[in-house]
């Protein structure tokens, strides 16, 4: 459990160290991107050494039928949940302006090229973060203390992506997106377990990336 533990972690530590020698600004993309190794390349050795089955134990895609209508429900309401946030009190909690000027200075992307970009962090970005938060971090540490195999992703998913935004947020929004990650990331988990296959929380994932890229596309442009 010690080593499930550590891996959870790791993406953490290496997102830490971006940060901190500023790899994102020096390195480009690759900078920015390296701890997304985390997310496949120590899963998967540990599942070799340990005799687990990526397709049959973690992704489940047999499963994916009886998953896909309340996923799509959800998935729909998490589109609701966050474009009602955004134009309802979007003016009032966050200065536009200046992460429209952090979205292109961290992320590389303009007006002309986030659509560019968008597919691929939609599908591709999701499913490895699926991979990694539902299927191995909670799929596996579920089974051995529920309390931290819910709480312990959540939380990880939670820190990796206010790590990247907490700059551009005044207390009250950065509350907010605290408390939505984690709400979305412990539905993510809930479904995973209910529905046996990574499709379900993918689905919702891809979803809610489609209302945030649609949100950036606003800001962009």
Not at 151 to 177: C, D, E, K, R, S
Request: hydrophobic residues 55%.
């Amino acid at each position: 459990m010690l080593v499930l533990v550590t891996l959870n972690l790791l993406p953490l530590l290496v997102i830490g160290i971006q940060i901190a020698f500023d790899l994102d600004q020096r390195w480009g993309v690759v900078g920015y991107s390296l701890y997304k190794v985390c997310f496949l390349v120590p899963p998967i050795i540990y599942c070799r050494i340990q005799g687990i089955s990526i397709s049959d134990d973690i992704f489940k895609w047999r499963n994916w039928r009886g998953c896909l209508k309340p996923a799509l429900y959800l998935g729909g309401l998490a589109v609701l949940i966050f474009w009602g946030v955004y134009f309802t009190l979007g003016d009032f909690l966050l200065d536009k302006g200046m992460i429209a000027g952090k979205l292109g200075d961290q992320f590389r992307v303009t007006a002309g090229t986030v659509l560019l970009i968008a597919p691929v962090t939609v599908f591709a970005n999701s499913l490895l973060e699926e991979f990694f938060y539902r299927g191995f971090a909670f799929g596996l540490l579920v089974k051995k203390n529920r309390w931290i195999g819910y709480l312990l992703p959540a939380g990880v998913f939670t820190v990796h992506h206010m790590l990247f935004i907490h700059h551009w947020l005044t207390p009250l929004p950065f509350a907010i997106a605290v408390i939505g990650l984690l709400t979305l990331s412990l539905v993510l988990e809930f479904m995973y377990e209910k529905a046996e296959s990574i499709v379900a929380p993918w689905i919702i994932h891809i979803f809610g990336d489609v209302a945030m890229m649609a949100i950036a596309v606003t800001m962009l442009w």
